[in-house]
């Protein structure tokens, strides 16, 4: 079956803090994707990547980068966390036909103090 | 590109069908239809994806109009565990580096004893 694990289910981090959210699958998938998820706004795209180094910007980049350096893992970072960026991330991946489904982890849920 | 509205919540009786409609007025062509299910604290699940007229799978169905404008997730005799927020999706992946993907704001569903 189709597996998209993230490292944490749950984070705290403090203001200013550097932190990485990680993601794997196991599909040989092309297209990963980062959403922040929000009470009231659903889901909104931080980053994808359709390639191994290649990302474009999402509808929300600022505050966050992205890398992937291998095709299974595509990592999330908050330069400098703050407490606006407290949410619930998902990573999502998807094969490259245009119709395929998305396949999503269980999420991370971040808290910054 | 396509705007997805579908209702924000409803409550419907364990055993009764569930009708969840989305509306997608400048849907393109291109572009399929696919529903997805989130529980609490987790990442949201592919229920079924459609392009035109009806698709059936062993969970639900789902109905899109000739002119593709709307889609409506059909549930068949719903149980407590369809208690979950149900997401319509619009869009389709254009090429390697350009997903266009769209998400309504999700509706959440309660089912009743």
């Known amino acids: 079956d189709v597996k998209v694990t993230q490292s944490s289910r749950y984070l705290v981090k403090r203001t200013g803090e550097k932190v990485f959210l990680e993601c794997v699958q196991d599909?040989?998938?092309?297209?990963m994707f980062w959403y922040r998820q929000d009470p009231g706004l659903g889901l909104r795209l931080i980053y994808f990547s359709y390639d191994v180094k290649m990302k474009e910007k999402g509808d929300i980049p600022e505050g966050y980068s992205v890398s992937r350096e291998k095709k299974e893992r595509f990592s999330l970072i908050l330069e400098s966390a703050s407490t606006n960026q407290t949410s619930m991330y998902l990573c999502?991946?998807?094969?490259?036909?245009?119709?395929?489904?998305?396949?999503f982890g269980n999420g991370t849920r971040l808290t910054v103090t | 590109l396509a705007k997805t509205t579908q209702p924000i919540s409803m409550d419907s009786y364990e055993g009764q069908e569930v009708n969840i409609t989305c509306s997608h007025n400048n849907i393109a062509t291109n572009d399929y239809i696919t529903w997805y299910q989130q529980f609490p604290s987790q990442g949201p699940r592919f229920i079924i994806q459609g392009y035109k007229t009806k698709v059936t799978n062993e969970v639900a169905s789902l109905f899109i109009p000739a002119d593709r404008k709307s889609s409506t997730l059909s549930l068949p005799r719903v149980s407590l565990s369809d208690t979950a927020v149900y997401y319509c999706l619009v869009g389709a992946g254009q090429g390697d580096s350009n997903y266009q993907l769209i998400w309504g704001a999700g509706s959440k569903l309660i089912i009743k004893p």
């Open positions: 599909m040989d998938h092309e297209n």
């Open positions: 999502a991946s998807i094969a490259g036909t245009g119709n395929s489904p998305l396949h």
